[in-house]
């Protein structure tokens, strides 16, 4: 299967299973929330549950993965626990937590109803399956000169789309691209949506491959894009 420069509209775990191990350098992606058509993250994120088994999969075909989960903090303390369970766990999960940068929101998270303003949120960056630490002195290097605790501002301006999804901020592939992007590498995002981490990864000069399952949502990216 063609992995480059592609969007395909569809299951992303029935089309990770026809790539070969380690397909991508760089995955970047925000999991489903209650739009998710094959699972939602707040109903089926448990150890063995579905995420678990798309995560897996995610792991084989990519390298290192940065995920970005919404963070969700209510007044009377309740909070989202997906991070701290898939740090907890993360073999389980068939990864290997590498870093964890810190998201700082400027203008924050609405405080609607119960929720909190949420300045800060994490993205988690796995390692794939099988993936050592043993990075290259240029990507050591490269390393020194990130951030790793990271402003981010800019949502890219939904004017001509005419379905939106939960807003992914550009400065998260940005970073993961900056970070673990090497010559020739195709950045993967298998939850794409609009297609933010593949935007990114184009003007950033970098092969992508994204699918989404949202046909609706799935042509008007592949409008813009392709
Ligand atoms: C949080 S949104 C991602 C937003 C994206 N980062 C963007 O820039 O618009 C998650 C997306 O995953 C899609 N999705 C849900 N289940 C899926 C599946 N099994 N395979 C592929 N895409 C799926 C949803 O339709 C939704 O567009």
């Keep these: 299967m063609k992995t480059r420069n592609k969007i395909i ?9 026809q790539l070969p191990d380690l397909s991508f350098d ?3 992606f925000s999991p489903p929330y209650s739009n998710g058509k094959f699972f939602d993250i707040n ?5 063995g549950g579905v995420f678990h088994e798309y995560l897996s999969e995610i792991a084989r075909v990519s390298r290192v993965i ?18 701290e369970k898939l740090i907890l766990n993360a073999s389980d999960y068939g990864v290997e937590l590498l ?17 909190v303003l949420n300045r800060f949120e994490y993205l988690l960056v796995f390692l794939g399956k099988g993936v050592s630490h043993n990075f290259s002195k240029e990507e050591k290097e490269k390393f020194k000169l990130f951030q790793t605790v990271f402003e981010v501002v800019s949502f890219r301006s939904k004017r001509n789309q005419v379905v939106t ?10 970073q993961m691209i900056g970070v673990f992007g ?15 981490t593949l935007k990114i990864a184009k003007l950033m000069g970098y092969d992508y491959f994204g699918i989404e399952i949202d046909d609706v949502i799935c ?4 409008q813009e894009l392709v």
Excluded: H
């Design 182 to 196: 090497r010559e020739g590498s195709v950045v993967f995002d298998p939850f794409c949506g609009t297609g933010t």
């Design 26 to 28: 760089v995955c970047s």
């Design 99 to 115: 870093d964890r940068w810190i998201i700082y929101k400027k203008v924050g998270q609405p405080a609607r109803g119960n929720r």
């Design 66 to 83: 940065g995920i970005n989960f919404t963070q969700l903090i209510g007044k009377d303390g309740e909070n989202s626990l997906f991070i």
């Design 165 to 174: 999804t939960t807003p992914y901020y550009e400065e998260i592939p940005m």
């Design 43 to 47: 109903k089926d994120f448990d150890k």
């Design 219 to 222: 042509d008007q990216t592949i």
């Design 9 to 17: 509209c569809g299951d992303c775990m029935k089309v990770m299973k």
